[in-house]
T-cell receptor, first 114, second 115 residues
Framework: GDSVTQMEGPVTLSEEAFLTINCTYT??????LFWYVQYPGEGLQLLLK?????DKGSNKGFEATYRKETTSFHLEKGSVQVSDSAVYFC?????????????FGTGTQLKVEL | KAGVTQTPRYLIKTRGQQVTLSCSPI?????VSWYQQTPGQGLQFLFE???????NKGNFPGRFSGRQFSNSRSEMNVSTLELGDSALYLC??????????????FGPGTRLLVL
């Protein structure tokens, strides 16, 4: 079945440091890929998405590129802020078969310190 | 537009009881999906409803059920509660017409504690 693997956390960075959170996936066909963020005590918010190979999703300084050849969708940000501290989830949704069904990675907690 | 709303936000139940959670999707959205989030198992898909019909189902026992009404509001029911059902239950909505291409918008969740 479908699966998503992302790097274990927590990741602790200093403000203005470069961020990479690795995400790889296993799926039949060509899924859509997502990064969601969860702040303490809240639900999930979409951060960015990509629906086909070589697409780059971007939002709020975060970027991720859909790499079919390496089945990866790594999240990057050039300069993190304290306000970016949250848990980040990589997820996929199959395009075939219709409907919505997100498969999530285990989440990576990011802590940004001054 | 108002976001996805879930009620109640918090619930405490005892083993063996049943519980019903409610989700109101974003106006115009016809797909509602439910997810369970626990520290041990992470985020897991329960089921999706579209136009009052279950369209997708995850790997949960039959104690977990749901339904959707004609106004797209959805309810999830868990019968014969077990301690392991303690979790944050998240509801997500989307227009429902583009399948896996769509963004799902999540509500704040209902936190269920089973004692």
């Amino acid at each position: 079945g479908d699966s998503v693997t992302q790097m274990e956390g927590p990741v602790t960075l200093s403000e203005e440091a470069f961020l990479t959170i690795n995400c790889t996936y296993t799926a039949t066909g060509y899924p859509s890929l997502f990064w969601y963020v969860q702040y303490p005590g809240e639900g999930l918010q979409l951060l960015l998405k990509a629906t086909k190979a070589d697409d780059k999703g971007s939002n709020k300084g975060f970027e991720a590129t859909y790499r079919k050849e390496t089945t990866s969708f790594h999240l990057e940000k050039g300069s993190v802020q304290v306000s970016d501290s949250a848990v980040y989830f990589c997820a996929l949704s199959p395009r075939a078969g219709g409907g919505n069904k997100l498969t999530f990675g285990t989440g990576t907690q990011l802590k940004v310190e001054l | 537009k108002a976001g996805v709303t879930q009620t109640p936000r918090y619930l405490i139940k005892t083993r063996g009881q049943q519980v019903t959670l409610s989700c109101s999707p974003i106006s115009g959205h016809r797909s509602v999906s439910w997810y369970q989030q626990t520290p041990g198992q992470g985020l897991q898909f329960l089921f999706e409803y579209f136009s009052e019909t279950q369209r997708n189902k995850g790997n949960f026992p039959g104690r977990f059920s749901g339904r959707q009404f004609s106004n797209s509001r959805s309810e999830m029911n868990v019968s014969t509660l077990e301690l392991g059902d303690s979790a944050l239950y998240l509801c997500a909505s989307s227009p429902g017409l583009a399948g896996g291409l769509e963004t799902q918008y999540f509500g704040p969740g209902t936190r269920l504690l089973v004692l």
